[in-house]
């Protein structure tokens, strides 16, 4: 059941992201061919009716847009008329359109529609983050122990313990750890939750420690908050929106760093293996915590598109801000090799994360 919430919650927030695109192009006039469910091959395809005054009569015609439903549930897309023609080379073929059409095609839009058009599915993705944050605060989670560290060389990992370990029995730090202390030099049996698994480890706590070492070497940290009031929760959901944004960059700035300076990527990178880890981890504590993932999966999703790197949103708003100072748009084979580099750089660092997760999986 985790997985299939997983899921169908990344396949809602992409699908949530490329609406946006969607109903920014149609409130502008656009024409927008497909909006498809999933990716293909194709399951069926349907089109809406609408009606077309002629004369004083009214009349039912078929809608130009097609909605697809597709055999590959992972989200969606959407296909509006003129935006990839530039780059792909039939931009000539819609220079003889008459004037009316071309009001329509996303090539022919002034720059400031166009760039409503890319961040709208960004926006999207915010307030999707910021309602279910809200929905959490509104909740509650249930409360537990988190182990968020194991030190080297410590009686845990002697035993086995490791980190993202949920402890079994203590939702309170306070209590744990005066246990622990308690019984230093004694063997004591801990109880975990670890993926599916319940897991046991006999451990017997270090009589004496050095600074920043703990008697049984592990780092915690307590999860779960009380149910809050309706504004009070959309409040709070706000303020978890802008910290998680606001993390969002710091962490891509020490990801991008890392890459560039060191030529190593961060452990605290994960791709959609580790996302299916550690949904399958907290899924266990409670639903909620499930929908807290899927909002901070939503908001990374808005605060990296954003970001002006090649063939992410925010690298073609980059775009076409140079097209806005210098008066006319990068011409058009720079522009495919910046966003063809940058797509191979994007599937690189997904095939190198994925290839990490696999190995701390197995």
């Known amino acids: 059941m985790t997985v299939v919430f997983v899921i169908v919650g990344l396949s809602v927030l992409i699908l949530g992201h490329e609406w946006g695109h969607f109903f920014a192009a149609k409130k502008f006039g656009l024409k927008v061919d497909e909006f498809g469910f999933g990716f293909p091959p194709k399951i069926f395809a349907w089109r809406s009716r609408r009606k077309i005054k002629e004369g004083e009569t009214l009349r039912q015609a078929q809608g130009e847009t097609e909605y697809s439903l597709n055999w590959l549930p992972f989200g969606g897309f959407v296909k509006i008329a003129g935006e990839n023609d530039r780059i792909s080379g039939d931009s000539d073929k819609l220079q003889d359109l008459p004037p009316a059409e071309k009001r329509r095609i996303f090539l022919f839009q002034p720059a400031w529609k ?90 017997v706590p270090r009589v004496s420690v050095k600074p920043e070492e703990g008697a049984l070497g592990v780092g915690i940290a307590p999860a779960g908050a009380d149910p809050q009031g309706f504004f009070k929760s959309f409040w709070y959901g706000l303020e978890q929106t802008g910290l998680i944004a606001a993390g969002t960059v710091k962490g891509f700035y ?48 808005a605060v990296i598109n954003l970001i002006p790197f090649p063939a992410l949103d925010g690298g073609r708003f980059f775009l076409i801000l140079i097209e806005k100072i210098k008066g006319s748009p990068v011409p058009v084979k720079l522009e495919a090799v910046i966003n063809g580099v940058g797509f191979a750089l994007l599937l690189a660092l997904m095939v190198v994360i994925t290839a990490r997760d696999l190995i701390r999986l197995f």
């Open 114 to 203: 166009r760039a409503v058009i890319i961040l709208a599915g960004i926006f999207v993705n915010l307030i999707i983050g910021w309602f279910l944050f809200s929905v959490v605060f509104l909740v509650g989670t249930p409360k537990a122990l988190i182990l968020t560290a194991v030190q080297p060389g410590s009686p845990a990992e002697a035993v086995g313990i490791k980190a993202n370990d949920i402890l079994e029995g203590y939702t309170d730090s306070d209590t744990f750890v005066n246990f622990v202390n308690a019984n230093r030099g004694k063997e004591i049996e801990v109880s975990v939750l670890r993926g599916s698994e319940k897991l046991k480890f006999k451990v």
């Open 254 to 301: 020490i990801l991008l760093k890392g890459l560039v300076i060191n030529g190593r990527l961060s452990s605290d990178v994960t791709g959609p293996v580790g996302i299916f880890t550690i949904a399958s981890q907290i899924g266990k504590i409670g639903w909620a915590y499930l929908i807290n993932l899927l909002a901070l999966i939503s908001v990374n999703l």
